[in-house]
């Protein structure tokens, strides 16, 4: 065999592992060089300590490093040498360049340089960034944006958020850049986890479309009020579960008013705010995604309506905005595919 043949075999036999960590769950995914899903595990996160998080993020892409030379027409035990990097995405503030978590919530990281201390474990280069930049990448490279130049990733989801890829890169701009979330909307009071109050995010979140839901219900009729009928606290059943997002969209199915409502106040307020972000960046196509991105339709029909009312004809008509391709698995492939195309190198 040439050289050329032996470097060629060893790009085919090359995977990237991306890492989607969340306060709740973790999930790990593994692809390959051209950015194909070839495995993935999920793990309720350990959240005792930092140092017991990392071991767990090593011990999962064991697993799927094995699960990979199971699949193998010559099984060969679980080495790390086809393992070319890793890519975590963490919800919380960063320092990227040098790999450390400043801070997140629910997690037990504090000024921790996970970077270093799982590449240290698995004797591969990792990198991190926030998770709505990697879901941001992954819909971007083989997603819902792929072929576009430039694109605008929303994540609507417990949170709101937004991250742009601009020619392949990731705009990255501090540590706050994309938090849209946290923009205050005229007319809005709710107190909202940041500590101001009227955050888009009070609004445009699976937690957001419940608690209007809750307020509409109380001048309205609805089937929700049926379905979630307001008892005191004492006289509630153990097993009564609460309204969420999902059950707005199932209202909204069957014709409710409220639930109509919900959608299109949300829809709106979260069109508003991105039509100034689209005229800023001249976006051709916007991606919602996230949990609540589910609701489809009912969801990106009034972000529409919001933006070809404020945005000029020329813009707006162009504009495409879509649905994203994953919910989830988005994050794990863009965290492994920017792994990938900074090579393991942190700047
Ligand atoms: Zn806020």
């Not at 919800?91 to 921790?112: E, K, M, S």
């Not at 009020?225 to 199932?250: C, H, I, N, S, Y």
Request: charged residues 25%; proline residues 3%; hydrophobic residues 45%.
């Amino acid at each position: 065999m040439s050289k050329e043949c032996v470097l060629m075999a060893d790009e085919a036999e090359s995977v990237f592992v991306g890492i989607d960590v969340g306060g709740t769950n973790t999930g790990a995914g593994m692809v390959d060089a051209e950015g194909r899903l070839l495995a993935t595990v999920k793990k309720r996160t350990e959240t005792s300590d930092g140092d017991a998080l990392v071991r767990q993020l090593a011990e999962m892409v064991r697993e799927l490093l094995t699960i990979r030379s199971a699949k193998a027409a010559f099984p060969s035990s679980p080495e790390t040498g086809a393992l070319r990097a890793v890519g975590v995405g963490i919800p919380g503030f960063l320092d990227a360049r040098r790999g450390v978590v400043r801070h997140a919530a629910n997690l037990p990281l504090r000024d921790f340089p996970l970077a270093d201390r799982l590449g240290a474990l698995l004797g591969a280069p990792v990198i991190l960034d926030n998770d709505v930049r990697m879901y941001a990448y992954g819909e971007s490279a083989v997603g819902a944006a792929a072929g576009y130049d430039d694109a605008l990733v929303v994540t609507v989801g417990t949170g709101l958020a937004a991250a742009v890829v601009h020619r392949g890169r990731l705009l990255t701009g501090g540590d706050l850049a994309g938090e849209i979330g946290h923009v205050k909307v005229d007319g809005n009071e709710y107190a909202c986890g940041c500590g101001m109050s009227g955050c888009l995010e009070t609004l445009v979140s699976a937690g957001g479309i419940v608690r209007q839901a809750k307020e509409l219900m109380r001048w309205k009729p609805s089937v929700l009020g049926e379905w979630f009928p307001e008892r005191p606290k004492a006289e509630r059943l153990q097993v009564e579960r609460t309204m969420t997002a999902e059950d707005v969209a199932k209202a909204a199915d069957l014709g409710d008013a409220v639930a109509a409502e919900v959608f299109e106040r949300t829809g709106r307020a979260l069109g508003s705010t991105l039509a100034a972000c689209a005229a800023l960046l001249g976006t051709d196509v916007m991606v919602i995604g996230g949990g609540v991105s589910r609701a489809g339709e009912r969801l990106l029909s009034p972000v529409r309506r919001a933006l070809s009312e404020r945005l000029h004809p020329l813009h707006s008509e162009r504009l495409k905005v879509t649905a994203a391709r994953w919910t989830d698995e988005a994050g794990v492939i863009g965290s492994a595919l920017a792994a990938k195309a900074r090579g393991g190198h942190t700047v």
